[in-house]
Every structure is written in C-alpha cells, then in structure tokens.
C-alpha cells in the first residue's frame, strides 16, 4: 500500500503540538492541578469528518479513508499534571483506560472561522466522568496568551502591535459572511 503524500507530517508536528499543549497546561497551575490525580490515565484524540476536500485524485487515501484528517493520538497524563505523547508507530492504539474526544472536523474555512470567533469544533467526550470532568473544564478555561509569549521574546511593544494586527484580522473575519450581497464575487456573479 503506497503511503500518503502528507504522512510524514505527523511525526514531525504532534511532537511540537504536544509542547505547545504542555506550555499552555504549564502556564495555569490549577489546570495541572487538576490533572495530577489523573497521572498515568490516557487521553486519546480521534478526528471524524463529513467534508471531502476537492483534491487532485493522486492526494486522495487509496483505500478511500479519510487519510487526510489527522492520526489518532494519545496522550498519558504525567504526574506533574502535563500530558506525553505516546508513539503508536502506525500500529492502531488498543483501548485506553482513560478518555476519548472525538472531534468533529468540517469545512476547514468554517473551522477557521469559528477559532478565530471564539468557538470550538463539536467534541464527543466518552470514558470516565471524574477526566471527562477534567476535560471539559480544560477545554473551557484554557487559553494560549500569545501576546505574552511574544512579548517575553520580543519585548512589549512588538507583542502589542501583532495583538492588534490578530484583533483587526478576527473583526474582519466576523464580519464577513460568504454569499452576502455586500460580498464582492456574490455582486460580480449577480451582473452576469
């Protein structure tokens, strides 16, 4: 079976993403607060989604999967409160003794949309309630502040000018609505 024209990207961004996870997690003490009773319990991370991107049939899975959304993940809560990848190796992961989010993945303009107006995708959450609990409250409370990441980098005065470049971009996103008739490629197609 040939592999997949964007397989190599997993083992080369879940790593980050989980550091990135951890730094965030790090940066609230009540979040790995919360965690540290769980140590040793899993979190695994599926993808579903309905959208079938419109792709050359040579990026298309062979075996017609949805080869494209992201692998199954799974993490094991260390007892500092913050999460470890586990390495599947491309073998399926057996059951874990923890949680599953299934997160449903659509359009990926629509996703981006509803990121960067505050919403999250639709998240299925099966397993143990005291973690799910844990979960939920995670997901809900957590937050990146890139602004301040930035500005220990680069100082205040950088961080504060792409705060305000990410605010003009987000106002502009929420204001657009595809297929309005305000919207340009509505009016143009309209005249025809």
Do not use: C, Y
């Not at 996703?111 to 979960?135: F, K, N, W, Y």
């Not at 409370?141 to 990441?149: A, E, K, N, P, S």
């Amino acid at each position: 079976m040939r592999s997949h024209p964007f397989s190599w990207l997993g083992p080369v961004v879940l790593p980050r993403l989980t550091l990135l996870l951890n730094h965030v997690v790090s940066s609230e003490p009540i979040a790995s607060g919360k965690l540290q009773p769980h140590a040793g319990r899993t979190i695994d991370l599926r993808w579903t989604s309905t959208f079938s991107p419109p792709l050359p049939r040579f990026l298309l899975p062979a075996d017609g999967s949805q080869g494209l959304l992201p692998p199954p993940m799974r993490f094991v809560i260390t007892p500092a409160g913050l999460f470890e990848l586990v390495e599947s190796g491309g073998a399926p992961l057996p059951p874990g003794d923890g949680l599953t989010l299934t997160i449903e993945l659509g359009n990926p303009f629509t996703l981006g949309r509803q990121l960067l107006t505050g919403q999250r995708p639709e998240v299925r959450i099966e397993g143990d309630a005291a973690l799910a609990e844990v979960a939920s409250w995670l997901m809900n409370h957590l937050r990146w502040d890139v602004q301040d990441d930035v500005a220990r980098l680069l100082g205040n005065a950088p961080a504060e000018w792409l705060r305000a470049i990410g605010d003009t971009v987000r106002q502009a996103v929420q204001r657009w609505r595809p297929g309005q008739a305000g919207d340009a490629g509505a009016a143009s197609a309209s005249r025809r």
